[in-house]
């Protein structure tokens, strides 16, 4: 079945550094992949919609300058957190439709992000 | 707005135990139900869907009935296995929209042998 690869699984930082996140459909082309964020004990929180070929379209709330995201082929989009701060650890993760509005997504294994 | 509201876990079940995990939900009109299932060290899966009122989505022995009379969508197994032990999370997509999905907290369900 399609599959989406992320990476790294896990990273630590410094605070005041940059992260980038890679998010990769395998098997499959995504003209639209999706950035969550999940907080220990509560749901999955979309952030962004990753567009190839144009701007991502955030949630309200998520500063677009803080968590820039690309989406520079078919098959990979990047999330990257720029001058992290420590409320800024979570765990980060992609996902794509193998279809639109089907309602199934398929989803990467997750980032788990410290700053320290 | 539209929730989603699962039962809390963990839930521990030993092995050929039946599983009920309840989910409810908050929405105009008739979204479509999802569960979602993550195995540890995994992404999310979709494990099941239905997508009308009295559909019954069915996957690996999993049962779930979108009952639109008590806004639920409860998922059961007849008997887990060990192999089962994950987290489930329960969510709703709006006219099939599927950057409106709404996601309940999820269950962590524990089956021992």
């Known amino acids: 079945g399609a599959v989406v690869s992320q990476h790294p699984s896990w990273v630590i930082c410094k605070s005041g550094t940059s992260v980038k996140i890679e998010c990769r459909s395998l098997?499959?082309?995504?003209?639209?992949m999706f950035w969550y964020r999940q907080f220990p004990k509560q749901s999955l929180m979309l952030m962004a919609t990753?567009?190839?070929?144009?701007?991502?379209?955030?949630e309200q709330g998520v500063e677009k300058d803080k968590f820039l995201i690309n989406h520079a082929s078919l098959t990979l989009s990047t999330l990257t957190v720029t001058s992290a701060h420590p409320e800024d650890s979570s765990f980060y993760i992609c996902?794509?439709?193998?279809?639109?509005?089907?309602?199934?997504?398929?989803f990467g294994e997750g980032s788990r992000l410290t700053v320290l | 707005g539209d929730s989603v509201t699962q039962m809390e876990g963990p839930v521990t079940l030993s092995e050929e135990a039946f599983l009920t995990i309840n989910c409810t939900y908050t929405a105009t009109g008739y979204p479509s139900l999802f569960w979602y299932v993550q195995y540890p060290g995994e992404g999310l899966q979709l494990l099941l869907k239905a997508t009308k009122a009295d559909d019954k989505g069915s996957n690996k022995g999993f049962e779930a009935t979108y009952r639109k009379e008590t806004t639920s969508f409860h998922l059961e197994k007849g008997s887990v296995q060990v192999s089962d032990s994950a987290v489930y999370f329960c969510a709703l997509s709006r006219g099939g929209n599927n950057r409106k999905l709404i996601w309940g907290l999820g269950t962590s369900l524990a089956v021992n042998p």
């Open positions: 098997d499959f082309q995504a003209t639209t």
């Open positions: 996902s794509a439709p193998p279809g639109l509005n089907t309602g199934e997504l398929f």
């Open positions: 990753s567009n190839e070929g144009s701007k991502a379209t955030y």
